[in-house]
């Protein structure tokens, strides 16, 4: 288990044992009601005074990294209600499938890394883009369990991959590189 | 909104694209464009590119009345959905693109539909894979040139 993920269970058990003024953190809460159902995930956060700011900075930076991926669903979800020739150029809506493929790969990336944005192409795919410090990635999505992708490093060294079957496991190069960008 | 009715016809459109034409297609905010301002590469479809064929429009022939009318009908179907601008490209330019054997890649044919004469197509040359077409994608819209209005897109 990473440090990061310790350090979020100490965080959360402080808050549940301690009974001391703090800070109430509300910020997943706000975005939840647009971007998903209220859970026990989305609650707010009671932070006890004793912790040490660094703890919190790294809370906080974790809390951002929950509403960025919160935003990003959101964004994908939202190409549900595209309706046809939403482009002008007799664009298709993607498939509800294209939708969960995307959100299911997603939710399966590590945590901290530079989070993609997310494009929809008129032929229905839904795509997860990096474009910075001179990589780029594209990651597309159809419906169909698989993926397909090509990346290109800050050398320019090219990877690519076709019919990619979508699992817990995501392809080591791949990953490696996206770990590679600046957050 | 009702979408508005264009019917336009030019006549005298030649069938042959020169070398040196420019090619426009339209692009919307928030759709095709990422949080720098810059176009996605989504906004040009693999499966276009492979079958149906990207849609431009020849900047020599076609109507303002025409773009204007594309423009009007795509704001209207969904709210927050707005112009960001026009992207040019010169034919030669396309043809300049390359696959991975360093072959010409794509290819631009002039495809008149009953509105607009001057409605072309960019093709994939080759039947290539979905990560080549993101390749070849990537390549198309880092050579657009970017102008926001139509006067600027037609002059």
Known sequence: MSNEILERQSLYSQTSSQRVPGLIVSSTLAFATLAAPLSLNNLPTYIPPNVSSELIGKFFAIEQENVDKQKLLYTIRSYSTYEKNWDGYEGVPPKNKTISDTTHFLKHLPDNIKLPYAGLSGDGEINLFWDKDSIYIDIGFLGNNKFSYYARDNSGKEISGDDIVISDTLPTELINLIKTISI | ?155
């Open chain 2, 1 to 155: 909104m009702s979408e508005v009715e264009s019917i336009i016809t030019i006549s005298s459109v030649p069938g042959v694209i020169e070398k040196d034409e420019i090619l426009i297609r339209i692009f919307y905010h928030p759709d095709h464009i990422d949080e720098l301002g810059n176009i996605k590469a989504s906004a040009i479809p693999s499966d276009d590119l492979k079958s149906r064929g990207v849609s431009v429009d020849r900047k020599s022939y076609v109507e303002k009345r025409y773009i204007e009318t594309n423009i009007q009908n795509s704001v209207a179907r969904k709210e927050e959905r707005n112009l960001a601008g026009f992207g040019l490209i010169s034919h030669e330019t396309v043809l300049g693109i390359l696959d991975v054997k360093n072959s010409t890649a794509l290819h631009v044919k002039s495809d008149p539909i009953s509105n607009n004469q001057a409605h072309a197509i960019i093709l994939a040359k080759n039947n290539y894979l979905r990560s080549e077409l993101k390749k070849l994608r990537k390549d198309l819209v880092d050579k657009f040139k970017s102008v926001k209005s139509i006067e600027e897109a037609l002059s």
